[in-house]
């Protein structure tokens, strides 16, 4: 099974970073082997190299690697705000 990568909602999310669909799903970008959340500051870079995954999990397994700027891999930061996370630079 594979979930339709032109998702118009979920596509939509991604376009509007919007952070109420974090926790939903997470997507991956094949050129580069990154997932991340929909509220990302990183920009996909084409439709056709997105896959969508429900879960950071699923994505993983996918062969995917976390972001480093949203951090898709750590559910309990899900729901703060973009700017906090931008902020965080304790690495
Ligand atoms: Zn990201």
């Given at each position: ?12 999310a ?25 509220s ?30 949203c ?21």
């Open positions: 099974m594979k979930p339709d990568p032109t998702d118009p909602i979920r596509w939509n991604i376009l509007t970073r919007d952070r109420s669909m974090d926790g939903r799903f997470v997507y991956g970008t094949l050129s580069t082997g990154i997932y991340c959340r929909p990302c500051a990183s920009r996909p870079a084409r439709p056709e190299s997105v896959v969508f995954h429900e879960t950071a999990e699923a994505a993983r397994e996918g062969g995917f690697r976390a972001c480093l700027r951090h898709p891999d750590q559910p309990e930061t899900w729901g703060l705000t973009s700017n906090l996370l931008t902020q965080g630079r304790s690495r």
